[in-house]
């Protein structure tokens, strides 16, 4: 008996239903039956079911005589399963890498619920991919298991039946069938969570939920919409044969009207000569439906009104949210004028030479080499006054509490940045930000470069999407220093930024935590997470990747790569700060997390704690490589996709060649490199000596030192010493022939 049963209805989908099948039989986890049904399809899905059934005995398949439907298409494939959980997927759908071993584990560890929830992402045709907003609801319900009424907000979630599977002992207890029509997953969804006794939730995105651009059934204009009556008709009658019930009728019915009247609202439902038909049958369920005093508020109201009058509501809502919108151009455009009279008074005050303006990371706190500097100001140039730009109130409330700071474009903001001698960021500040005669920019860099940057950015098209690379130059045109830690940085930033500043050899700031590092340093954070003493921690810090839209590929199986590591281990994973918002943490990091797999610190502000904590780094091409070097600590760099990284972003020379470790090439490679010790063995020493004789050059622990002292006191401080640089390793260097 398989696991699962994963049932599949097919009709038209002959351009999606490879990708479809793929998903499922390429599963990592692969005890599981396939039930494709082909619902009479009139194009060549048919054909694809069989070629892919002759080729995997775990494909099955039914042909239809005629069209049944979604629903009944479903049905048909039910007495066929076998598995223990049935799971609905949609033939346009696909389910991500490892869905179902996570499914399959969360099972497990919650006693085979009836039901379990797990979460989705809607990818649109025109690549982009967006993550379910309530997947917050799946991680606050817990690890236990629960019930709909014990748990009431799980109800908030797309009541659809493909981010679920369903006990089959359950179902079939139950008789839980589909019916005819549009909108045959309300009458089973909402019977199967009200009566499941047992619920579970998993925090990943398992499903990739596409959206067509055409060809989608709700997305058609037909009075099929109107079925959702009937359906929320079966919906009625199932509570009402189960007395246990009875205290869901009144959410059911807000429910059914929420739901009646977004399919009224949408412009792509209903026939316009319809709508008045579709409101009124609306209107006779909602009053028919109604409990004895219940009380209707919020948009349901309009269901207690005529349809003239909905009309009148909805135009007039309309209408103000476009009076809003005018309102708030309007209000930022005298907003807009008045920041800049501000600006323009506050510019005709002198220069504060004892005034110092931070920022870091788009002004997300005291953070990087900004926050190093600041830090050694305090205490060598106690007289001149730090103050931070921050984006928000919410970043303002994690800042330490003896942090002066202000809001980015408030008045106090005009206020400091017109009157302030020396600015210091990692980014560049806003192109609002006029430069005053006499005042001192300091760039500081994001650390060592090997990808492309600024003005080298320009041959690169899919690099530079979003970038406004002029732009960029026009605001890099306001620096008069810019830090760097080696040579190559210098040479790379004069290129890349073709401006009037002055390279400064002063190290990086943010590196004297770790040229400085004493053994107990990173105690702080393998407590915090409750990392074993004696554990080897491996950091796995990845970089986004420019030829996937949204900049997030899995290249490594953080499941497994976990578990090869062995016992006595412990891998802390870092994704990238610009794919850390975005679905990559729901593809399965967070619910390793949470099970103890391994530990997500993407999230950790300061990642020069998260290197002191480490033992070893694992990264592709990330410049976290040329920081962590000064540890002088292992370095294994997986390099799977070097070629396809080097085509799409470029980079100032060839890694694989003048690496910091040992490279791997394969998931194989790099398992074996821990696995037989080689990630640590002295030909990684060797390779990790020259690669900081290189790139650690100017890192000598007084970088933010050195930066106080030469440019904010001006007092003469000798460049650090340096070792001679070497040239280029056997690989050739990029940067010489771009």
């Known amino acids: 008996m398989p696991r699962f049963s994963v049932i599949v209805p097919c009709f038209k989908v002959q351009g999606f239903l490879r990708e479809c099948l793929d998903s499922v039989l390429e599963q990592s986890f692969r005890d599981l039956e396939l039930i494709a049904v082909d619902d009479c399809s009139p194009d060549g899905c048919g054909a694809i079911l069989d070629e892919y059934a002759a080729r995997d005995p775990r494909v099955k398949v039914l042909h239809l005589p005629e069209n049944v439907g979604l629903g009944r298409a479903r049905n048909a494939g039910l007495p066929r399963a076998t598995g223990d ?322 809001l980015v474009d408030s008045p106090r903001y005009l206020d400091v940045t017109a009157r302030a001698k020396f600015f210091v960021n990692n980014v560049n500040w806003p192109g609002t930000l006029v430069k005053r005669p006499g005042s001192v920019y300091i760039h500081t860099h994001q650390g060592t470069p090997l990808k492309y940057m600024g003005a080298d950015l320009l041959g690169k098209p899919g690099a530079r999407y979003g970038f406004d690379v002029p732009q960029m130059l026009r605001r890099a045109d306001r620096w008069d220093y810019s830090l760097v830690a080696n040579r190559h940085s210098e040479l790379v930033w004069e290129r890349a930024y073709p401006c009037h500043f002055t390279s400064v050899r002063t190290g990086s700031p943010r590196n004297d935590a770790l040229v400085n590092a004493t053994p107990g340093d990173g105690a702080g954070f393998r407590a915090r997470h409750g990392i074993p003493e004696g554990h080897t921690v491996v950091l796995y810090a990845p970089t986004r990747r420019d030829y996937h839209r949204g900049g997030h590929v899995d290249r490594v199986d953080l499941a497994r790569f976990a578990a090869d590591l062995g016992e006595g281990h412990t891998l802390v994973v870092r994704l990238h700060p610009t794919v850390a918002p975005g679905p990559a943490r729901g593809l399965g990091l967070a619910e390793l997390h949470r099970r103890g797999v391994l530990v997500d610190a993407t999230d950790e502000p300061h990642v020069e704690e998260l290197m002191l904590a480490s033992d070893a780094l694992v990264t592709d091409y990330s410049a976290l490589m040329f920081d962590y070097a000064n540890l002088d600590r292992p370095i294994v760099v997986h390099a799977d996709d070097w070629p396809a990284y080097v085509a799409s972003r470029g980079a100032y020379l060839d890694v694989t060649a003048e690496a910091p470790g040992h490279v791997s090439r394969s998931y194989r490679e790099l398992a074996w490199l821990f696995a037989s010790g080689a990630w640590r063995d002295e030909e990684s020493a060797r390779l990790r000596a020259d690669f900081r004789t290189r790139f650690c050059e100017f890192d000598d622990g007084r970088a933010a030192e050195r930066v106080v002292r030469t440019l904010l006191l001006g007092e003469p401080v000798p460049e650090p010493e340096s070792a001679v640089v070497p040239g280029p390793a056997a690989g050739h260097d990029l940067l010489a022939s771009t």
């Open 85 to 406: 959980f049935l799971f609905f997927l949609d033939s346009d759908d696909t389910l991500t890498p490892g869905a179902l071993g996570a499914i399959a584990d969360r099972l497990a560890e919650s006693g085979d619920p009836d039901v379990l929830v797990f979460d989705y992402a809607r990818t649109y045709w025109w690549g982009g991919m967006r993550r379910n907003v309530l997947a917050h609801l799946l991680t606050e319900a817990g690890p236990g298991t629960f019930t709909a009424a014990e748990y009431p907000q799980i109800l908030d979630l797309l009541m659809v039946v493909w981010n679920k599977v369903y006990r089959r002992d359950f179902v079939e207890e139950n008789g839980f069938e589909f019916p005819p029509g549009y909108y045959e997953d309300t009458p089973w969804t909402f019977p199967v969570m009200l009566s499941a006794g047992r619920i579970a939730a998993l925090d990943r995105i398992c499903v990739n939920y596409r959206q067509r651009r055409q060809g989608n059934i709700l997305s058609t204009t037909s009075r099929k919409h109107f079925d959702i009556h009937d359906q929320y008709e079966r919906v009625f009658a199932f509570v009402g044969s189960r007395p246990a019930l009875a205290a869901w009728r009144p959410y059911l019915h807000r429910k059914m009207g929420e739901h009646c009247l977004d399919i009224l609202a949408k412009p792509d439902r209903l026939p316009p000569s319809d709508k008045a038909e579709f409101f009124r049958r609306t209107a006779r369920m909602f009053a028919g439906h109604r409990p004895p005093g219940a009380r209707v508020e919020g948009e349901v109201r309009l269901l207690t009104g005529s349809y003239a009058m909905y009309q009148v509501k909805r135009q007039s809502g309309r209408a103000g949210r476009e009076l809003g919108r005018r309102g708030l151009e309007v209000r930022k455009a005298v907003a807009g004028r008045a920041r800049r009279g501000l600006a323009g008074l506050h510019a005709r005050r002198p220069l504060d030479a004892n005034l110092a303006v931070y920022s870091a990371f788009s002004h997300k706190g005291v953070l990087g080499d900004p926050a190093a500097v600041y830090r050694a100001a305090r205490e060598l140039a106690p007289h001149i006054r730090g103050v931070w730009v921050v984006g928000d109130a919410e970043e303002a409330r994690r800042l330490p509490p003896d942090v002066e700071y202000v």
